[in-house]
């Protein structure tokens, strides 16, 4: 039986629930609701107007409605009265197909008849800045290879150290926290977990990092590559398959692996899936006009970008799209901090199906510098090099249109090209500059 959130409510204190979603651009949404009125939320939903977020729809839209999940319930550490609760958007009594969550729950389900589970871990890298935006937050954060910095790190233990408590305290069993290759960029590590618990808690912790940052006066950004000459913020993804039990990893192999990485046939399988639609699906890992300023890049001022430009897998070796740093599970580190939590998740168990299914080989992984070497590589797929190539590409890409849906597709693809348009309209400083005395 579902879980009662009217009874929790009172068991644990909670005055006002968040019934919350995210829309086709991950953007949170949500409506605070006084716990007198949850029973009735818990069965019917909130309302909303589509048209007011990122979905594909009209003003004239029947109410939305977003039913909440009582399984994904976390009660705010920082203000305990407050639960947040995820939920499922339905409309004219059916699952909206074009909303993310509900396209996740459909590609697990359908990985469940098969006997798969996939279990993932995210690493949501971000920088904290001044609340304007414009710089840093810690202007003492200069050093050209500031990657591990312990001093940068233990300036901002207040707000490291608060969001780690909070982990701790909710049971995700957070592991370490390090600043990362940028200056002023963090990265805290927590257990991976069912997809479906990972969307959550990827959700969750955008939200709590940016309102403790806030709440200590400064801001918490994922943006891509908020700085041209600093490392951008990535969003890797560490994937296994395991049985319907979710106690035997199906990724891993007591058997000899001929290509030394102790991955399954499965595993193979299913990451010729990801390289075979990996370049189609840039669309939806690197969402944004600047994630293409990540991807691409030239070398930042550490020394590397840590993100791939072609379609690529290796051993424990950080320059290619995908690492495998150990036996029994892969890392695919194209997606950015900009990437929808339940779209991340949806896509790479769409693409890792369609190879198992159609027994997709990944060819055999390189052992190079792909920063240096890159060039020597043939046959490799180019990633997209803008949000424009990337849409259309995902537009024609079967595969995902048949794991994601059509309606949810041919959503996302409309509202990010309007994206796109908005954006080449956009005069900037760079044409005036370069244009002015043609
Ligand atoms: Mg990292």
Redesign the pocket.
């Known amino acids: 039986m579902a879980k009662d959130l009217e009874k929790i409510a009172k068991d644990r204190g909670i005055k006002y629930f968040l019934v919350s979603w995210v829309d086709l651009f991950g953007v949170l949404r949500a409506k605070l609701v006084p716990a007198r009125a949850i029973k009735g939320m818990q069965k019917n939903g909130a309302g909303f107007a589509g048209f007011a977020a990122w979905l594909d729809m009209t003003p004239a839209h029947p109410d939305l409605f977003g039913v909440p999940d009582p399984d994904s319930l976390i009660q705010l550490p920082w203000k305990p009265e407050i639960g947040w609760v995820a939920s499922d958007l339905w409309m004219g009594g059916k699952e909206v197909e074009a909303s993310p969550r509900v396209a996740l729950k459909r590609q697990l389900a359908k990985a469940m008849k098969k006997g798969y589970r996939m279990k993932t871990g995210v690493?949501c890298?971000f920088h904290l800045i001044t609340p304007d935006g414009n710089q840093l937050a810690d202007s003492a954060d200069t050093q050209s290879k500031p990657c591990y910095d312990q001093q940068a790190l233990m300036r901002q233990f207040p707000i490291i150290g608060q969001i780690c408590d909070a982990m701790l305290e909710l049971g995700w069993n957070p592991y370490q926290n390090d600043h990362?290759?940028a200056n002023g960029q963090f990265?805290m590590n927590w257990d991976y977990d069912d997809a479906l618990k990972t969307a959550d808690k990827h959700v969750f912790f955008k939200f709590m990092a940016r309102t403790i940052a806030e709440n200590n006066g400064m801001r918490a950004t994922f943006m891509p590559k908020p700085f041209s000459h600093l490392t951008g913020n990535?969003c890797?993804a560490h994937v296994s398959i395991w049985d319907k039990t979710g106690k035997k990893n199906l990724f891993a192999t007591s058997k000899k692996d001929k290509r030394g990485l102790g991955l399954s046939p499965l595993a193979y399988q299913f990451l010729g899936g990801i390289m075979h639609s990996a370049h189609d699906l840039a669309a939806i890992f690197n969402p944004t006009v600047n994630s293409y300023k990540r991807i691409n890049a030239p070398r930042t001022q550490s020394g590397a970008t840590?993100s791939p430009n072609a379609v690529t897998y290796g051993g424990n070796n950080r320059t290619h799209m995908v690492r495998i740093p150990e036996e029994g599970r892969f890392e695919l580190r194209l997606m950015d901090g900009a990437v929808n939590p339940y779209l991340l998740q949806a896509s790479i168990l769409a693409a890792g199906l369609d190879g198992v299914e159609n027994n997709r080989d990944p060819g055999d992984p390189l052992d190079i510098n792909m920063y240096e070497e890159g060039h020597k590589v043939k046959n490799a797929k180019m990633l997209p090099s803008n949000l424009l190539d990337a849409l259309r590409q995902l537009d024609k890409n079967k595969v995902i249109r048949a794991g994601l849906g059509d309606e949810l597709i041919d959503a996302y693809v409309k509202l990010k090209m309007n994206d796109w348009n908005s954006y080449s309209a956009h005069l900037s400083d760079w044409e005036r500059d370069n244009t002015l005395d043609c």
Do not use: T
């Open positions: 690493e890298e990362e290759d990265e990535g890797h840590w």
